[in-house]
């Protein structure tokens, strides 16, 4: 017998498992109950996520932290009404430990499953805390993905534009690699560029007639900027890395309001709305929330804890899904690809 749909008041349990993070969140009548979230330290010594050591550290971690978040909310397993998990994208190994995961409970306590799509979990993580007015251009920007999106209603979304090679996540970890940085390299550099001359060194941008993106180019001449550089001052980075940090980061940053200023003279939004990891990025906050009072249009970016990846945006998309019963079955595979 097929499952009926979901009331808005249902209790929800999210699961996020796609990269390296390990988060169980509970959405009970429309509000974030807990969300919890285990990351992965293991990868930073590497400067990159290694997707073996991942599915290692998703299984030890997925029961203690779907535990957690239960206790967090005050309630037990029994309690809930579905299970929304990621589907995809991301890696294979991950997703499989959080499908899984979803699908043995789905089994056990007769509840539906839900599968999410991740991006779109990005984009409904503005859903929590704000009663979106759409259309909405939305700027996707995260460790995989640099995405506009032009979304019409919760759940209907079309792709305007993209990267044509890196996402703008890893031109930040690949930059603080290239300094000899942390991982992961966007927090690394936004603190760094917080003392620095963001004038100090111009980085071309790469010109894309459409509204795509690309930023393979800026990572390279970052590099050869330092090489060159160092070799005239093996002290340079030693002394200027705050200035390095500042100029980078404000290039990747203009690159992508560039594209999103274009994008508004072509679509007719009602507001703007930023998501992904690197929307955690405080001068890309600024410079989009200003972008939306110059259109006098609404901004929306999520509070801190829902832009990097999380569960409660899992739980908040699952929600819609259910509500039109579009539920996940037994047999479904998890997807590495957008
Ligand atoms: O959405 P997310 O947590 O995972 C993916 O789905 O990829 O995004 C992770 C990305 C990483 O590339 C990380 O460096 C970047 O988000 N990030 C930042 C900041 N915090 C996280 N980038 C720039 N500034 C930040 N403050
Ligand atoms: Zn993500």
Redesign the pocket.
Known sequence: MSNPPLSANSTILGIES??D?TSAALLINGKIAANITASQDVHRKYGGVVPELASRAHQSHIIPVIQTALDTAGITIHQIDAIAVTQGPGLMGSLIVGVNTAKGLSLALKKPLIGVN?LHA?IAALYIEHDVVFPMLCLLV???HTQLIWAEAPGIYSLVGQTIDDAV??A??KGSKIMGMGY????E??HWSETGNDQFQKFPDSQTDSLDFSFSGIKTSLLYFLQKSQQRDPEFLATHRADVCASYQKALIDMLLKRVKKALKEFPAASIGLM???S??RLLRSEFATLGQTHQIPTYIPSFEYC??NAAMIAQAGLYLGQQAQYMSMGALPYTRA
């Open positions: 796609s990269c993070d991740h990005h995260s460790g995989g996540g890893e930040f970890d992961p390299g966007g927090p550099i936004a992904g990891g690197v955690a990025n990097t990846d």
